[in-house]
């Protein structure tokens, strides 16, 4: 074993493999390690420049008992950065301390000449680095000791219903519904980053913690430490960036559905809206508006005139947003183009072929600046050029025919090593020429995203879930996860994407609920797949923008009077939470807050939301309780500490405490902070 102090790092090396201790922050450390001489000098997530900070280096010898019962002494070091201190022991073990208190070691079961805990005849190993046979990369495996009576939230967005996330083992990959986000939040007062795109597995298990990568040259994590979630956020995005304000302009009704078929009936919803007195802020434009995936732009015989339609869309208010997927079908006249100058995915075997719905297609190398720019150029020149206000990057993740990643490559690399990042370098395409042109706030939608994504312009939505009472209670829990994880700006599909029966009273039932959920959640958006597919089809051909089938109406006005009622209701709700949302999105901007938070997010003391999932917080006013069952009309609901007013009734109860109150079907439970 061999310490180095290098300026304010501490370097360690043995066997063969170099780790690097540095500070990133305010109370944090960077924690690097390769097999190889030099580093990558990726940064991955950490793009934004640290905070300075001034460490406190020692190596020093210290006593330890060896097998014969004697003291022997031997070298170890730590390094120290405000209240984070790392010490590492004679054969590379970490351990970090927050105030002198542990709160994460690595883990290691193997013989190291002394007595102790760790030295078992186990062989197990803190880091385990396996050579790819044939490849500069390695599968590499982390371990940390298990903190017992730990709680672990953030990481992205996983269909379960466990918003605790110890115990559960996590893919880490992406996929539709499934997003990867990589940064923990613990209940024992510290942040954990995975700062490493490849496709792996996290396990929070009650035994250890286990992080692998399946394919990397490095290992890379950062780790800070604060007494609250509140500033254990704030210190993640200080270094991973934070979103920008979002334009009060959007902060209203966006309307959509599967999918407008032709510029009249998007024209005739909008016309519609604007007779009931309702304004919506934006109206989206679904997939198969084009000819074949890839060629990025409207089908003429549908959509004869698109800048007229948009023109009329802005003169009533209305901003304009288009599906764009990162597909390219083989009858694409971008297909022979993108592939003669390498700017698609690649195989590694067999045929070239990586997506199949609705076409043989291949996705572009979001990862090739060139490819970036080539999309964006056609995308310009075909919508943005007309007018079009925002993009609806679907598909981000990529979706892939079958996902066996270590089928695919990038020009970067293996996608074992990279896929992760994937939606985020797909927005970029478009976040990074949208911003340079300064036509406005840059805000587009997206199904997946990644450390760091919420700089992006990115709305991320939890994609194409089931339109049941379960997949709504999962989605609360992805919702509240996502922001622990950084990203604020978050949706859904109000009432679930996959629709079977848009008569199904149950089913409208589940679509008023889910309604008024949305209206306090950072984006109200109207979509979804509305069956029976009974509607037929605009002309006969195999492509184009009139063979694809269209869902049912999905306006607020189309499931009946009495739903619509509810919906106009809550609809006013939330104008009249314009500023309330307003102040909320600035805060997301100032210190990386979610708009929706964990109970425990603002009432930290309190052990009993630190149990919670079925309520959550609207910012620090609103206190909602969601109704996650068919013919519920009444629930039990936790008031911490203080005084709160119900909203329906304008009844005052004293925190401390949980109390049932009714919930009709025109009413989810909210309470105003008093």
Partial sequence: MRFVKDNTALVFFHQGEQVRIEPWGKDSFRVRAAMSREFSGNVWALTEPAEPAQTQIVIENVDHWVGDGTLDKREQASITNGRLKAVVNHVGILSFFKDEKLILREYFRAYDGTISRESRCLKLFSREWKGVIGGGEYELNVKFEANKGEKIFGMGQYQDDCMDKKGCVLELAQRNSQISVPFAVS???????????????????????????????????????????????????????????????????????????????????????????????????DFFHWTVQGDWKFDKTYWPDPKAMVDELHAMGVKVIVSVWPSVDRRSENFGPMLERGLLMRTERGALQTYDYQGDCVEIDAFNPEARKYIWDVCKRNYYDLGIDAFWLDNSEPDLGVYDFEHYRYCDGPALALSNLYPQMFSRAFYDEMKALGRGPVVNLLRCGWAGSQKYGNVIWSGDVPSTFEAFYDQLQCGLNMGLAGIPWWTTDIGGFMTDDVNDPDFRQLLIRWYQFAVYSPVLRMHGDRGPYNIPALDDRDWGGGYLHTGHPNELWSYGQENYAIMRNYYDVRVVMRDYIKSLYQEAHENGSPLLRAMFYEFPEDKTCWELQDQYMFGGKYLVAPIFRLNQFSREVYLPGGWWKLTSTGEVFEGGQAVSVDAPIEYMPVFERQ
């Fill in 187 to 285: 209940s024992l007062g510290y942040g954990f980053l995975w700062n490493n795109p490849a496709v792996g597995r996290v396990t929070f298990g009650n035994n250890y913690t286990e992080w692998i990568a399946r394919s990397t040259r490095e290992m890379d994590y950062w780790i800070t430490v604060a007494d609250t979630p509140k500033a254990i956020l704030a210190s993640y995005t200080a270094v991973t960036g934070r979103a920008g304000m979002f334009p009060e302009d959007r902060m209203g009704l966006w309307q959509c559905k599967l999918r407008y078929r032709t510029q009249d009936e998007v024209l005739s919803v909008a016309r519609q809206y604007q007779k009931e007195g309702i304004k919506i802020d934006q109206i989206v434009i």
